[in-house]
């Protein structure tokens, strides 16, 4: 059993063979799907699936390169989504300078503010980066640092992953050094994945979680295709080989890891309207 805790199901890529596509996720023993958005109108649609799906979960988030879009309707509007019983998390967000679609102060703007949401509602977090390690983490470090010192206890921050990992060893150390947990996907099977094998080998087994980004990012053998849930299986099993370890046990630990990231366990406290069991249906609100 596993879980794809990142995938695009709502994308157009899907839209002419999703049922299939989903029976090719169950056959591999992949039980349930994170789907995050990119922008408003995405959250929106990924939510309507999410209800059509009962397996499949949101979440909702302006991507950094549709920060231009993000205002304070926007963020009123994200608050008001959030509090559907299939949204589990805020996500994707983050900066990316690949594409240089919208300026960095722009993108950060929307990422901090996007940030405190989720601090404000006790929900997970999905952080997506490319290009943008530096100033990712600098972003991150503020906010857990003044996370603490706006608060009289010792806070309990939201979860986060940096998803699609693809920083080296010391990026991945700071961040379970702040308590991060790092995703891990089809570039990992590649064989110029570089890093990635080292990064994997330093980081504790209780803060990996496996994804695919599908359509996006297709392991081997099938790199260069359109990706799908199914072959998060192919990404547990180069990180069985690299820990040494059995799949099966890996993927015990695996779902574990992402059953608590999102709040999916039966009986959890600080989401009451989420009490529920794994694949269980939740009730609309």
Same mark, same amino acid.
């Given at each position: 059993?596993?879980?794809?805790?990142?995938?695009?199901? %709502?994308? @157009?890529?899907f839209?002419?063979?999703?049922?299939?596509?989903?029976?090719?996720?169950?056959?591999?023993?992949?039980?349930?799907?994170?789907?995050?958005? +990119?922008?408003?109108?995405?959250?929106? /649609?990924?939510?309507?699936?999410?209800?059509?799906?009962?397996?499949?979960?949101? !979440?909702?988030?302006?991507?950094?390169?549709?920060a231009?879009?993000?205002?304070? @309707?926007?963020?009123?509007?994200?608050?008001?989504?959030? @509090?559907? *019983? $299939?949204?589990?998390?805020?996500?994707?967000?983050?900066?990316?300078y690949?594409w240089d679609?919208?300026?960095?102060?722009?993108?950060?703007?929307?990422?901090?503010?996007?940030?405190?949401?989720?601090?404000?509602?006790?929900?997970?977090?999905?952080?997506?980066?490319?290009?943008?390690?530096?100033?990712t983490?600098?972003?991150?470090? *503020?906010?857990? !640092?003044?996370?603490?010192?706006?608060?009289?206890?010792?806070?309990?921050l939201? /979860?986060?992953?940096l998803?699609?990992?693809?920083?080296d060893v010391a990026?991945?150390?700071?961040?379970?050094?702040?308590?991060?947990?790092?995703?891990?996907?089809?570039?990992?099977?590649? $064989? %110029?994945?570089?890093?990635?094998? @080292?990064?994997?080998?330093?980081?504790?087994?209780? /803060?990996?979680?496996?994804?695919?980004?599908?359509?996006?990012?297709?392991?081997?053998?099938? /790199?260069?295709?359109?990706?799908?849930?199914?072959r998060?299986?192919? +990404?547990?099993? $180069?990180?069985?080989?690299? $820990?040494?370890?059995?799949?099966?046990?890996?993927?015990?630990?695996?779902?574990?890891?992402?059953?608590?990231?999102?709040n999916l366990?039966?009986?959890?406290?600080?989401?009451?309207?989420?009490?529920t069991?794994?694949?269980?249906?939740?009730?609309?609100?």
């Amino acid at each position: 059993m596993l879980i794809d805790s990142h995938c695009h199901l %709502n994308f @157009d890529q899907f839209a002419t063979d999703r049922a299939e596509v989903l029976e090719r996720a169950k056959a591999n023993g992949i039980t349930t799907l994170i789907n995050p958005s +990119v922008d408003l109108a995405d959250s929106r /649609r990924v939510v309507a699936l999410a209800e059509e799906i009962p397996n499949l979960y949101a !979440a909702i988030g302006i991507h950094p390169n549709s920060a231009d879009s993000f205002d304070e @309707d926007t963020l009123t509007a994200l608050r008001t989504l959030a @509090d559907h *019983a $299939k949204v589990v998390s805020i996500g994707e967000i983050g900066l990316d300078y690949y594409w240089d679609k919208v300026t960095p102060p722009i993108q950060r703007h929307a990422f901090e503010q996007q940030l405190k949401l989720a601090t404000e509602l006790h929900l997970p977090i999905i952080i997506h980066q490319r290009d943008a390690a530096e100033d990712t983490m600098a972003v991150l470090r *503020a906010w857990v !640092a003044n996370t603490k010192n706006n608060s009289d206890d010792t806070p309990n921050l939201p /979860r986060l992953v940096l998803h699609s990992f693809s920083g080296d060893v010391a990026m991945a150390e700071e961040a379970i050094e702040l308590g991060f947990y790092i995703g891990i996907s089809g570039p990992i099977t590649f $064989k %110029n994945s570089r890093h990635l094998p @080292d990064v994997v080998a330093a980081v504790p087994l209780n /803060r990996l979680m496996v994804e695919t980004d599908a359509p996006f990012l297709s392991p081997h053998p099938f /790199r260069g295709k359109r990706n799908e849930p199914a072959r998060v299986k192919l +990404v547990a099993e $180069k990180i069985a080989t690299l $820990k040494e370890m059995p799949l099966n046990e890996l993927s015990q630990k695996l779902t574990k890891n992402t059953v608590d990231f999102f709040n999916l366990e039966f009986g959890t406290a600080s989401h009451p309207k989420r009490v529920t069991g794994l694949l269980s249906t939740r009730q609309k609100i």
